[in-house]
C-alpha cells in the first residue's frame, strides 16, 4: 500500500508569488489533513477534509490560503500570494475512518521557503 | 491556551544513555495522548499512543511512555538508546469530540553519539 505522497518535495518562491502544494492521501482514507511547521514552533493543525468537504478550517491562518479536494482524493493547499511568514514544512495526514481514532499517516512534507 | 509543552529542544546522548523527554499537556479532561518520530529524511511514524486502561504504554522500538493524569504529563522513555535512535520527537494529544486533528508539542531533537 503506497503512503501519503506530497508535491513538490521543496519550494523556492519569492514574495507574492502563488504556491500549490499536492497532497496524494492513502487510498481508500477519506480524512485528510494538512498541518504546517513554522521553524523552531510546533506542529500546527491547518485543517481537516472528510471526502471532498472541509469538516474544520479553524487552523487557516488567513484567506491567503485556500485548500481543495475535488472528487474526495488527492488535496491541493494554495498560497496566494505567499509572505515571507508562510515558510515552513508543510504537512498532509489522511486516516480512514471517522468515529473512534483512526491512525493517521504522514507525508514526508514539503518545504516552503518565501523570499 | 491550551498547549501542549516539550521541555526539551535539544538533547544529546551517549548510546546505553536512558532516555526520557518530558510532556505536559494544558487541557483538561479526557484526551488521546502520541508521541510521533521523525527520522531524518523520513516520515512522523507514530510511536505510541494511549487511549486509556494502564499508563504505562508499550510502543515500537523499545519506547514506552507513562501518563500521569495528576501531572497532565506523557513522558516518553527508553532505557539504553542507540544511534538510531538519533531523530526528531514529537508529543501530541487529540481532544476529544474532535476531528481527530493533532496538537502537537515543539518536538525534541535527540541526539545519539555512538
Known amino acids: 500500500e503506497a503512503g501519503v505522497t506530497q508535491f513538490p518535495s521543496h519550494s523556492v518562491i519569492e514574495k507574492g508569488q502563488t504556491v500549490t502544494l499536492r497532497c496524494d492521501p492513502i487510498?481508500?482514507?477519506?480524512?485528510l489533513y494538512w498541518y504546517r511547521r513554522v521553524m523552531g514552533k510546533e506542529i500546527k493543525f491547518l485543517l481537516h477534509?472528510?471526502?471532498?468537504?472541509?469538516?474544520?478550517e479553524s487552523g487557516m491562518p488567513n484567506n491567503r490560503f485556500l485548500a481543495e479536494r475535488t472528487g474526495g482524493t488527492y488535496s491541493t493547499l494554495k498560497v496566494q500570494p505567499a509572505e515571507l511568514e508562510d515558510s515552513g514544512v508543510y504537512f498532509c495526514?489522511?486516516?480512514?475512518?471517522?468515529?473512534?481514532?483512526?491512525?493517521?499517516?504522514f507525508g514526508p512534507g514539503t518545504r516552503l521557503t518565501v523570499l | 491556551a491550551q498547549s501542549v509543552s516539550q521541555h526539551n529542544h535539544h538533547v544529546i546522548l551517549s548510546e546505553a544513555a536512558s532516555l526520557e523527554l518530558g510532556c505536559n499537556y494544558s487541557?483538561?479532561?479526557?484526551?488521546?495522548l502520541f508521541w510521533y518520530v521523525q527520522y531524518p529524511g523520513q516520515h512522523l511514524q507514530l510511536l505510541l499512543k494511549?487511549?486509556?486502561?494502564?499508563?504505562l504504554v508499550k510502543g515500537i522500538k523499545g519506547f514506552e511512555a507513562e501518563f500521569i493524569k495528576s501531572k497532565f504529563s506523557f513522558n516518553l522513555r527508553k532505557p539504553s538508546v542507540q544511534w538510531s535512535d538519533t531523530a526528531e520527537y514529537f508529543c501530541?494529544?487529540?481532544?476529544?469530540?474532535?476531528?481527530?486533528?493533532?496538537?502537537f508539542g515543539t518536538g525534541t531533537s535527540l541526539t545519539v553519539i555512538p
Open positions: 487510498s481508500g482514507h477519506d480524512n
Open positions: 495526514a489522511s486516516s480512514r475512518d471517522r468515529g473512534t481514532y483512526n491512525e493517521q499517516f
Open positions: 477534509f472528510v471526502k471532498e468537504s472541509k469538516q474544520d
Open positions: 487541557y483538561g479532561g479526557t484526551v488521546n
Open positions: 501530541a494529544v487529540i481532544l476529544p469530540n474532535t476531528g481527530n486533528q493533532f496538537y
Open positions: 494511549y487511549f486509556s486502561g494502564d499508563p
